[in-house]
Structure formats: structure tokens, C-alpha cells
Nanobody, 115 residues
Framework: QVQLVESGGGLVQPGGSLRLSCAAS????????MGWYRQAPGQQRELVAS???????NYADSVKGRFTISRDNAKNTVYLQMNSLKPEDTAVYYC?????????WGQGTQVTVSS
């Protein structure tokens, strides 16, 4: 059974930082590309950052220079370090594991940026 479990969300003030984690089980983690997506109320889900099995990374323009995605294959975990958070970063953040013909999603973790 495949499980992706996100953690690390919460309430943070503008300018603050959070680190999200996504722990995977039931898959050969190292061969999967991993991504972080977010969905704000009334908005479509959008890609925030991704990392390939070879550790190549890609970021949405809105988070470049503020967010960093990384992975630890020994721990089957992908991280999203979020710095200089803005109110517009408020959303539910989802983890996704991708391999040809296979996609798995986590349940999401809420991030709220507010003073």
C-alpha cells in the first residue's frame, strides 16, 4: 500500500519559514520524481517545486529564491524549505510521487501565512 504523509504545515507570520516533509512508503522512493503542489481556496492546484530521481529541480516562478526542494532517499522523504513566506503562499500543500504510468498523492498539509 502506497502512502505519502505530509507534515510540517501550520500558521506562520509573513517573512517566516516552514519546512514541509513528505514521508513515502510502499514505493521504491529513489526512482520516483517528487513534487510539491499547492491549492488555495477557489484556485486550481499548482506545481510549486519538483525534484527528479537524479536530483534536478524545478520551481514555480513565484517561489524561486525562497523555496528549496530536497530529498533524502535513505529516509524516503522529500522536503520543502519555505523562507520569506508571504500571505499569498497560504494553501494546502500536497506531495506527489511520479513514475511513468504511476502517480500518488498525499493528503495535504495546511500552510497559513498571516499576521
Amino acid at each position: 500500500q502506497v502512502q505519502l504523509v505530509e507534515s510540517g504545515g501550520g500558521l506562520v507570520q509573513p517573512g517566516g519559514s516552514l519546512r514541509l516533509s513528505c514521508a513515502a512508503s510502499g514505493i521504491t522512493f529513489s526512482i520516483y520524481a517528487m513534487g510539491w503542489y499547492r491549492q488555495a481556496p477557489g484556485q486550481q492546484r499548482e506545481l510549486v517545486a519538483s525534484i527528479t530521481s537524479g536530483r534536478s529541480t524545478n520551481y514555480a516562478d513565484s517561489v524561486k529564491g525562497r523555496f528549496t526542494i530536497s530529498r533524502d532517499n535513505a529516509k524516503n522523504t522529500v522536503y520543502l524549505q519555505m523562507n520569506s513566506l508571504k500571505p499569498e503562499d497560504t494553501a494546502v500543500y500536497y506531495c506527489k510521487a511520479t513514475y511513468p504510468n504511476r502517480n500518488y498523492w498525499g493528503q495535504g498539509t495546511q500552510v497559513t501565512v498571516s499576521s
